[in-house]
């Protein structure tokens, strides 16, 4: 059906593919669906099947005429991606080009624009200075997680004397009052359950409920400073009414052996604790350290190189970002606009500023992908058995079981990529020059929830 085509390289990583079909192919396309409506028409006067060529020419020629267009269009453009180098990218369809000159006596010529997949060049990758944060696992590191240790163990109780102080649990019920004692509609809340001193509540009254009472109620003014972290609140007086429904306090564990056994049957002593926790944290800030050079040597090795991700590519990472975004409110995409909206922000403006993250990290992954290649890093299959095996001994499961799961969930392939990523850092690193940065706290490198 292609009698010719053409391939023409724009910017941005598209091209522009010209197809051309010949004009016997044009008439035989539009021959075969007349003959195709005359078996199926029925037409007054005439029996199925059996109506004339100028007949059903005459009284729809304009709509076999598009349909033929429209089949010969989808067949033709079919055939030429095959039949080039130049595919389109998965979420990148084609999109004409021009407009449609379509008659049944002439060769038919079309073009459609789309994006491909970029070309890369990588520049200079080995040699490469970088620098690796110092930092030591200190004691005020180990007596953080043996804190958060004793507080996920403590035991909250009603307080006995029920006087309100910093870092009790309490439960009030709280409104707005108007200047003549009144309360205001619509700003009540019953049974509202914070921890004094967290500055979980709107309007951030931890100071002032303390030395309250269970059971009493008062009413608390306030004048909140034009920088204060709630918009409306800014620059505002108010009276809030309080009323204090429950006193509860935390009985925290004493941080000794018993604290260990409770945790786990592991540990024996809280030495074995200690260990253990000191390994965790260990283990932790090596892979942070290592996730921090291997983002230095991609940002350098970036700017060394020649890498354009099309416009296609980047709107599918922005509507990744979005997905996940979305995901971690826990309602429906609606919902989240609708927030967006009541801040006078939209979606375009989340896309926005985004972009320059989503860009640099699409350039990230397309050179270690193309140096992963060139490098020629393989994954055999038993390769991924043993990874598998470590995942399955690590969570106490079956080999085979372990396997199944990750082969249900697509996710062995996942698997080899990561371990191709692992092998090319390995070799990268073993060709960098890497010197030490300056000293850093464990919390500034790997963060609260390392």
């Given at each position: ?36 409506y ?55 369809q ?58 996920q ?67 608390i ?15 505002t ?61 991609v ?14 590519m ?73 990874r ?50 300056e ?12």
């Amino acid at each position: 059906m292609v009698s010719e085509k053409s391939v023409e390289r724009l910017d941005n990583s598209a091209v522009k593919l010209t197809v051309t079909v010949g004009k016997e192919d044009v008439q035989q396309q539009y021959d075969s669906i007349v003959n195709e409506y005359s078996k199926q028409a029925q037409i007054k006067g005439f029996r199925k099947g059996k109506v004339p060529r100028e007949v059903m020419e005459r009284k729809f020629g304009e709509s076999l005429k598009a349909e033929a267009m429209q089949r010969i269009l989808e067949e033709s453009l079919k055939q030429a991606i095959d039949e080039v180098e130049e595919k389109p990218l998965s979420f990148a369809q084609p999109e004409l080009d021009g407009e449609l000159d379509f008659e049944l006596d002439k060769e038919f010529t079309y073009a459609v624009r789309y994006d491909v997949f970029p070309e890369i060049t990588v520049g200079s990758y080995t040699g490469l200075e970088i620098e690796e944060p110092q930092v030591k696992i200190e004691d005020e590191d180990m007596d953080r997680e043996l804190k958060a240790l004793q507080e996920q163990n403590s035991v909250v109780m009603d307080k006995q004397e029920g006087v309100v102080a910093k870092d009790d649990i309490v439960t009030i019920d709280y409104w707005e009052v108007d200047d003549s004692g009144n309360p205001v509609d619509g700003t009540s809340r019953e049974d509202f359950v914070f921890t004094v001193g967290t500055g979980y509540n709107y309007y951030k009254i931890d100071d002032d409920v303390v030395g309250l009472k269970k059971d009493q109620e008062t009413v608390i003014e306030k004048t909140y400073p034009e920088d204060v972290e709630i918009e409306e609140l800014r620059g505002t007086s108010k009276k809030i009414g309080v009323r204090v429904k429950a006193v509860k306090e935390r009985q925290l564990p004493e941080i000794d052996d018993d604290l260990a056994q409770d945790i786990s049957e592991k540990y024996e002593t809280l030495d074995d604790l200690k260990k253990d926790i000191r390994s965790r944290l260990e283990e932790t800030l090596k892979s942070r350290l290592r996730q921090i050079k291997a983002d230095t040597l991609v940002d350098k090795i970036v700017e060394n190189s020649e890498v354009t991700p099309p416009e296609s590519m980047v709107a599918a990472e922005l509507q990744a970002t979005w997905r996940n975004f979305v995901n971690r409110f826990g309602v429906p995409e609606s919902q989240v606009a609708q927030l967006l909206e009541h801040q006078g922000r939209s979606q375009q403006d989340l896309f926005q500023e985004w972009r320059p993250e989503a860009e640099k990290s699409l350039k990230g992954r397309l050179v270690i992908n193309k140096l992963i290649e060139q490098e020629q890093i393989e994954v055999t299959e038993d390769d991924v058995d043993a990874r598998v095996k470590e995942l399955a001994d690590s969570n106490s499961m079956g080999f085979e079981e372990t396997k199944n799961y990750y082969q249900q969930q697509g996710m062995l392939e996942y698997i080899r990529d990561n371990m191709k990523e692992e092998r090319l850092f390995d070799k990268l690193f073993a060709e960098s020059r890497i010197k030490k940065g300056e000293k850093r706290k464990f919390l500034d490198v790997v963060g609260r929830n390392g």
